[in-house]
């Protein structure tokens, strides 16, 4: 079976998951979505993902259940039960082995954790086999720009030290690893959720190149980071947001990225008062969503006349 069949199969298992993550899942139901036997479709799922589909399903569960106890507070046992899982001590078994802590503690203090993220597999291989994605449902050309007031704050971040902003996704990713968007999605003090980030020069330590990853915070955060993060301050500044149009597929994510960088770029801030200031923080890239598009972040400051 080639590459590109088998990615299908996966893509459309990803899609039924996500489609009925709250519902029964059946490796049949999968089988039919994938148009291959249980056996074959679990084992090629494996192979592309890193996980059983069951696997993927558990973690998935897992993550909405942190989300609703991370937001929403409540009943651990009711967490569970509206999560799939029929008790409470095995919801608190699965949900200590996901994410190294148990689902009370969680609760209280709701530290960083590492959520879990169902990447699409589409998208994925065909950027790592060097392909265009091509876009199953045409997306909107269209972008909304808003400027927000920034106060000072800080950022958590992951420096690269190989990997420049300009090489992409897969090559940061290499590096820095997966793991950290739902690390920084996990935050609930987050302004903005995971990006990635293209450094200024003043915040490019020796040894480390312009890319980096993380999230902005409180000034007056004071929680563990995860291994690997360390912490800067940011002064106050003026941020302008690009927000694409949504689209229907996510695996479409990277040409809804690649439009809303065509967009951006063409938009000239000094018709509306403004100048980039990247001296003043991070350019900031939170990737694409179907539901909300793509979105990005520069930081700027009002012209001289």
């Given at each position: ?12 298992m ?14 049949d ?7 291959y036997?249980?056996y074959?479709a ?42 799939g899982?029929?008790?409470?001590d ?5 949900f200590?082995?996901q ?7 969680y ?11 169902q990447y699409?597999v ?15 449902e045409l997306?909107?050309?269209?972008m ?15 420096r690269?030290?190989k990997?420049?902003?300009?090489d ?28 990635g980030l293209t ?10 190149t312009?890319?980096?990853?993380g ?13 690997g ?6 002064p ?11 689209f ?9 990225i690649?439009?809303l960088?065509?967009l ?9 008062g ?12 939170f990737?694409?969503?179907a539901?909300?598009?793509a979105?990005?972040?520069r930081?700027?400051k009002?012209?001289?006349k």
């Amino acid at each position: 079976m080639e590459l590109p069949d088998k990615v299908a199969a996966v893509s459309r298992m990803q899609g039924y998951i996500g489609g009925h993550i709250g519902g029964e899942i059946t490796l049949d139901a999968l089988s039919r979505a994938a148009g291959y036997s249980k056996y074959y479709a679990a084992r090629i799922f494996k192979e592309l993902t890193g996980r059983t589909p069951f696997e993927a399903v558990r973690a998935l569960r897992l993550t909405r259940a942190a989300q609703t106890l991370r937001d929403a507070g409540g009943k651990v046992v009711d967490t569970a039960l509206d999560n799939g899982f029929d008790s409470h001590d095995g919801f608190t078994r699965a949900f200590a082995r996901q994410f190294g802590i148990t689902p009370r503690r969680y609760g209280r203090e709701t530290p960083p954790v590492s959520y879990f993220i169902q990447y699409p597999v589409e998208a994925y291989y065909t950027l790592k086999e060097g392909g265009e994605p091509m876009p199953k449902e045409l997306i909107s050309r269209t972008m909304t720009v808003t400027a927000a007031e920034r106060p000072a704050r800080k950022l958590i971040l992951k420096r690269a030290r190989k990997a420049k902003a300009a090489d992409g996704y897969l090559v940061i990713a290499e590096e820095l690893g997966c793991e950290w968007e739902g690390q920084m999605n996990s935050i609930p003090e987050s302004y903005h959720g995971a990006a990635g980030l293209t450094l200024p020069p003043g915040l490019i330590i020796p040894g480390t190149t312009d890319a980096a990853v993380g999230t902005e915070v409180p000034l007056d955060y004071g929680k563990p980071v995860p291994e690997g993060f360390e912490v800067v301050e940011l002064p106050p500044c003026t941020m302008l947001y690009f927000q694409g149009a949504p689209f229907e597929d996510e695996n479409d994510f990277s040409e809804a990225i690649g439009i809303l960088w065509e967009l951006m770029n063409a938009y000239d801030p000094a018709l509306y008062g403004w100048e980039y200031a990247p001296e003043l923080a991070p350019y900031c890239n939170f990737g694409a969503a179907a539901r909300t598009g793509a979105r990005m972040a520069r930081p700027v400051k009002r012209r001289e006349k």
